[in-house]
């Protein structure tokens, strides 16, 4: 699994670091940013898919 | 608001936000609007304006700014005069910015809100709501909106401006004025007069007397392509920062409050799973989205099958997209540890909160800091608790006892 953030979309909700704190972080403007370069590790991929279903622009995009 | 009101013909043709039981709760009235055939309703009252209801609908009205202007983003029309005069310039970006400016307008105030800079918030966030709960504690009854709620997020937005927090109550009368008593343009008008006049002093004062490390001097001396930028934006923004940052914030504190006090069994929850904190925060918000905005139609346009026209007024109800059980399973139900939450309590696009990080911190802390010290308290009267609304959505009274 990877994970990105479309950045136009992305208006700094900050949803995805509360459901996903490993996988996402901010910028200085409060926008998301993704912290884990490559494939997301097993264990983190539950949270991932949260962080997706929690963001309310509809900012990440999650390919398999 | 001494006029006799005309009672509610037909929710769908005629609603009126500032009816006392819409005040109150106004969530079965946006419910029978949203299941209507017709789920975005419409009035001639104040002036006219359109109510959409369903989560689809007030984002996608939230996304297309072009035809949904912020031109006039307050749920009334503007005050006779409104506008005019010297400094009658200042409005209050970037919430009143439309692009092309709005990009600017709210990248210079991102930074201090992003996650890691509020942070800095939270211990004296803490300290002020222990000072605030030493205040009733022996009493075994307390206010938890007035002399609670009320008091948190007006003192940590002084902090963050630098100017002083003895004139608390009078930031809050101006806010109030505002933003909630919104019917009274006369208030209205009285309010801004006075904020403005205040900051005005306060960037006088920081250029005879220059402070390190402060928010105002940092906005007055900051340079866009260039030159230094307008007063008219520095007022704006510090106009903005006291009402958006104070009465939404503690209507949120306030409505969470007056949940906790019914509902012993999230109490326990959050005290044996501490880490279900940032996400118990959030569905708060969804289920006491506090706040309501509007936009100005820019063009004659048919959106949904409503003919709306070039100036037309439409409220963007977040709190009514909140509860749209097309997108929230249960929504009318507290689910502390709810899955899937794309809540608009903070808006969508590019206008949404941008002090979001700071509020949902200061949420979390009054909330926090109260249940550690007095893990147990009750509603005296749940018939006995008043409410604001329209704009801003919360309780201004709201007795409990422990
Ligand atoms: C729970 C508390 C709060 C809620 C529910 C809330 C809600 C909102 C909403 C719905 C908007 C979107 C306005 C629109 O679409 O026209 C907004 C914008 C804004 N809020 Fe908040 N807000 C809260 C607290 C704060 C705080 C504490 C601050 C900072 C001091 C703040 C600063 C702003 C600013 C600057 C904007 C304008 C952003 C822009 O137009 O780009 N808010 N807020
Ligand atoms: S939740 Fe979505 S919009 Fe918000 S910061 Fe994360 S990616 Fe951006």
Redesign the pocket.
């Known amino acids: 699994m990877r994970v990105s953030v479309i950045d136009d979309a992305c208006h700094g909700h900050q949803m995805c670091a509360i459901a996903a704190p490993e996988v996402f972080g901010s910028d200085e403007l409060g926008n998301a940013i993704v912290l884990i370069d490559g494939d997301i590790p097993a264990e983190l991929q539950a949270k991932t898919r949260r962080a997706e279903s929690n963001c309310p622009e509809r900012a990440i995009v999650i390919t398999d | 608001m001494t006029e006799v009101r005309k009672p509610v013909e037909d929710l769908l043709t005629d609603y009126d936000i500032f009816e006392p039981e819409f005040v109150k709760d106004p969530y079965p009235s946006f419910s029978e609007i949203r299941e209507s055939k017709c789920p975005i309703a419409r009035t001639e009252r104040y002036e006219g304006s359109w109510l959409p209801t369903r989560y689809e609908d007030v984002v996608a009205i939230?996304q297309e700014y072009e035809t949904f202007t912020?031109r006039g983003?307050l749920v009334v029309p503007p005050f006779p005069g409104q506008g005019e005069g010297a400094y009658g310039g200042v409005t209050a970006p970037?919430?009143t910015?439309d692009p092309p400016d709005?990009h600017w307008?709210?990248r210079l105030?991102l930074p201090v809100?992003s996650p890691q800079s509020v942070a800095k918030f939270e211990q004296g966030t803490r300290d002020l709501c222990n000072a605030l709960i030493d205040e009733v504690i022996d009493k075994g009854t307390a206010d938890a909106a007035a002399d609670y709620a009320q008091h948190i997020?007006v003192r940590v937005?002084a902090t963050?401006l630098g100017v002083p927090l003895e004139m608390e109550s009078d930031f809050t009368a101006w806010v109030r004025a505002a933003l909630e008593n919104i019917m009274d343009a006369e208030g209205r008008k009285w309010a801004r007069k006075n904020i403005i006049e205040f900051f005005l002093a306060q960037v006088e004062d920081r250029k005879q007397n220059p402070r390190e490390d402060d928010f105002i001097t940092e906005l007055m001396n900051t340079e866009v392509e260039g030159k230094v930028v307008p007063i008219e934006y520095v007022l704006g923004v510090c106009n903005?920062?006291l009402v958006?940052?104070v009465d939404?914030?503690w209507s949120?504190i306030g409505s969470c409050m007056w949940h906790m006090a019914q509902h012993p069994e999230h109490r326990k929850q959050l005290r044996e799973n501490p880490n279900l904190w940032p996400t118990a925060i959030e569905e708060l918000?969804r289920m006491y989205?506090?706040?309501t905005?509007a936009r100005i139609v820019d063009h004659d346009i048919e959106f949904q099958g409503c003919p709306m026209k070039a100036g037309d007024r439409v409220l963007?109800a977040?709190p009514a997209a909140n509860r749209d059980p097309r997108q929230f399973e249960n929504p009318d139900e507290v689910i502390l540890d709810r899955e899937h939450n794309r809540h608009v309590?903070?808006?969508s696009?590019?206008?949404?909160?941008?002090?979001?990080n700071?509020?949902r911190l200061?949420?979390r802390v009054a909330l926090q800091t109260w249940l550690e010290r007095i893990p147990e308290f009750e509603l005296v009267d749940k018939t006995d608790v008043t409410w604001a609304g329209g704009q801003v959505h919360g309780p201004r009274k709201c007795l409990v006892k422990f």
Do not use: D, K, W
């Open positions: 939230a912020s983003i970037p919430i910015s709005h307008h709210r105030i809100f997020p937005i963050l903005l920062m958006a940052g939404t914030t949120a918000l989205a506090p706040v905005m963007m977040f309590a903070f808006g696009g590019i206008h949404r909160c941008a002090g979001s700071l509020a200061e949420v």
